[in-house]
């Protein structure tokens, strides 16, 4: 029986090997292999996969068609919901969506439904490409703030019903977190590029180096643009810091900074591009998400000889996925755990030599459902450091809302808005981290498309 088939494992470069690479970690399932894990499945009859997928992917259907080895079929389903598969099937958390959710899961192991849909998507993408099919235009524009993942799923599915939609992206290069948060080792840029590209041919238009709020400001866009209505997904781009002593000396990073100038800025490729970084001997990462995870990685691939996260709380409580802290250890990442520190320590240069850290024990669980890290009087550890990378978090960059007149924030300086992602503003709608705070790109494109679809009702509406 099906049921009883074991899940198929994914080949991957040896540790030893890939931690001195910057090439994809995970090499993907062959065809056999992909035809093989997609007969596992019960195609039962109520999918609950499918309620546990934020942009509601057809997953028994295109499951189906790969099992049948009909791959154009499987292709053409996984395409009909997301704009971005090759990326999902990588980086999204599947084991506590589509995957969480799979009858298989209950007994035994679910179907590996993430690295089918990138099997699927890589195949596809190795296939002549035929011209996309787009309705005629409807005559209204569409202007989208922001060209990460929310922007993207949002802008892939106006184009599909008509609109005129451009982007507008503050970086050089559009691709949001996609292209300067998540290593070349975990999402190669080539594949970010072509589903950029593939957004393109539906008629979307990316404008580079345009920062609204600065360069232009949304009420002039509307009024004298003839936009008639924005999607605002510039996710979340402040970096959070701890604020203790020493957090201003050289060879202290936050995530992003030390992300972006190896991903986007190609540091991890210097002296061929001019971007430099400096990691030295000994990094230490505060924090355990997965972007704590990604720094730490990629300091030992920069040069690093020991990379350490440095969390407050247990291994059972690190946040990251499952699969990203196995790697991470694999390939020599050391934990530090119920460790934070409380002050960075210098040389007269004002370069980092060591942090002060304060030791935790656990206590109750938190409304997070972890238990709480409780400080233990008295008990601190001193530890010399070359780079201290902070991961603990990041919220919305306020240049765009602070300069939107009438745009309601909350307290913390996040975009409110309904269930559709409409805002106080009736003709803007938000949605992924600059709404909800830091989350997962597949909750991202999740908002773009609901914000995409209330976006379509209500310019209907107005006509």
Not at 119 to 129: H, I, K, L, S, Y
Not at 306 to 321: D, F, G, N, Q, T
């Amino acid at each position: 029986m099906a049921s009883k088939a074991p899940r198929h494992e994914m080949p991957v470069q040896d540790p030893k090997v890939r931690v001195t690479n910057f090439q994809e970690v995970a090499l993907g399932y062959d065809e056999e292999t992909a035809i093989a894990e997609a007969q596992r499945c019960l195609k039962c009859a109520r999918p609950r996969c499918v309620e546990g997928c934020p942009v509601h992917v057809a997953i028994p259907d295109f499951i189906e068609a790969v099992a049948l080895a009909d791959l154009d079929e499987a292709a053409r389903r996984l395409k009909a919901r997301t704009s971005l598969p090759a990326i999902c099937g990588r980086v999204c958390p599947q084991e506590n969506q589509c995957e969480g959710k799979c009858v298989l899961g209950i007994k035994g192991e679910p179907v590996a439904i993430g690295r089918l849909e990138r099997f699927v998507a890589d195949w596809d993408r190795e296939q002549p490409q035929k011209p996309v099919e787009l309705p005629a235009k409807n005559g209204k524009k569409v202007g989208i703030i922001g060209a990460g993942p929310a922007g993207l799923a949002c802008a892939g599915d106006l184009a599909k019903l008509g609109y005129d939609v451009t982007i507008f992206e503050a970086l050089h290069t559009p691709g949001g977190v996609l292209m300067y948060g998540i290593p070349e080792f975990r999402l190669p840029k080539a594949i970010v590029q072509h589903e950029i590209n593939s957004i393109r041919e539906m008629g979307v238009h990316i404008e580079v180096d345009a920062i609204v709020g600065k360069l232009y400001d949304i009420q002039e866009l509307h009024e004298e643009e003839g936009f008639d209505a924005f999607f605002v997904g510039t996710g979340a781009g402040l970096p959070h810091f701890m604020n203790i002593p020493g957090e201003n000396l050289n060879g202290v990073y936050s995530a992003n900074e030390f992300l972006t100038r190896s991903n986007l800025m190609k540091a991890y490729d210097f002296p061929h591009n001019a971007t430099p970084i400096k990691v030295g001997k000994r990094a230490a990462i505060i924090g355990g998400g997965n972007v704590a995870m990604d720094a730490a990685r990629t300091a030992l691939r920069l040069g690093a000889e020991e990379s350490y996260i440095v969390y407050r709380r247990s291994k059972e409580e690190i946040p990251a996925r499952a699969e990203e802290l196995e790697h991470a250890i694999e390939e020599g990442v050391q934990l530090k755990l119920l460790s934070s520190p409380i002050a960075y320590t210098g040389d007269e240069n004002d370069v980092i030599t060591g942090m002060v850290m304060q030791k935790y024990e656990l206590g109750e669980p938190d409304a997070s459902g972890r238990r709480r890290p409780i400080a233990i009087e008295g008990e601190t550890e001193e530890m010399p450091i070359d780079t201290v990378i902070v991961a603990i978090g990041q919220g919305p960059n306020p240049i765009l809302t602070e300069n939107t007149p009438g745009l309601e924030l909350n307290s913390r300086g996040n975009i409110v808005a309904n269930d559709e992602g409409q805002t106080s503003l009736p003709y803007v709608f938000a949605g992924g981290d600059i709404v909800t705070g830091a989350a997962t790109v597949i909750k991202a494109m999740g908002a773009g498309k609901d914000a995409a679809a209330a976006i379509d009702a209500y310019l209907k509406a107005q006509a």
